[in-house]
């Protein structure tokens, strides 16, 4: 039986186990798919020894990026991105494994938004830094959209905080996209901590959570007119991207 799997910390929030095994099970796959929940990036080395039926992998939280140095190749998007959440292992004749690195975040969010962006959607704010973030930042990039990450500590001169964002940079930043973990479940009730009343019917909202299905950001959105949607379909279209990945290796 074939295995893949998640690698991260933690992982009771993940989607991925129950999609790929439900899809396992429906199009009658001989594999399995395994939540590897690892407090170190260091524990991957082991994953892959005591695991050698494994086929792929996919990467969240907090090691997209972390994990690029174990790798043997990573493809040319997930090196620009500087990010990896899929890991295929190719096995050459002679069984050598080789991993290779891919990102699936940046194919499954420019699907996903890319029908919902009009012409006056020319600017975006991207709220977080982390591994998941740069690929939106380069996904809106690739869709002609100029991105500028908002983080609560500036760390770069063209990088906003939360405190920079008056009426003027809301006004002319017509996308916002939640890539922090603000607002997941069960902690429902928060929100990223952007101004809200400045929104409009010409803002579009798209938050990368899942759970709950209109977290608190989308919600205050959608109060103010603004179009609004949740990362359901991102996730679905990075894994059916992940799939592809590993049958191509």
């Known amino acids: 039986m074939d295995r893949y799997g998640l690698i991260g910390y933690p992982l009771g929030h993940s989607f991925s186990k129950s999609f790929f095994n439900d899809k396992f099970e429906a199009e009658g796959i001989d594999a399995e798919y395994v939540n590897f929940e690892i407090p170190s990036i260091q524990d991957f080395k082991s994953v892959v020894k005591n695991n050698p039926d494994l086929k792929g992998l996919n990467v969240t939280i907090p090691y997209k990026e972390q994990v690029i140095p174990f790798l043997d190749k990573v493809s040319d998007n997930a090196k620009l991105i500087g990010a990896v959440n899929v890991i ?21 969010f420019k699907n996903s938004i ?20 740069k690929a939106i930042f380069y996904g809106l990039t690739q869709l002609g959209i ?4 908002v983080s609560r500590t500036k760390s770069s001169p063209d990088m906003l905080t939360y405190a920079e964002l008056l009426p ?10 939640n890539c922090t973990p603000v607002g997941m479940w069960p902690q429902v009730d928060i929100c990223p901590d952007i101004p809200y009343h400045f929104l409009t019917d010409q803002h579009l909202l798209y938050d990368l959570l899942y759970n709950p299905n209109e977290t608190l950001f989308m919600k205050q959105g959608r109060e103010r007119g603004a179009t609004v949607k949740n990362g359901l379909e991102m996730l679905l279209l990075q894994a059916f991207a992940s799939w592809d990945f590993w049958q191509a290796s």
């Open 168 to 177: 003027e940079v809301i006004e002319s930043h017509t996308i916002v996209v």
């Open 146 to 149: 100029e991105p500028t990450y």
């Open 114 to 133: 890319e029908p919902l962006i009009l012409p006056h959607h020319k600017k975006a704010l991207v709220l977080g830094t982390g591994g998941s973030a």
């Open 88 to 108: 295929a292992f190719e096995r050459n004749k002679s069984n050598k494994l080789r991993l290779v690195g891919y990102n699936s975040d940046i194919i499954g």
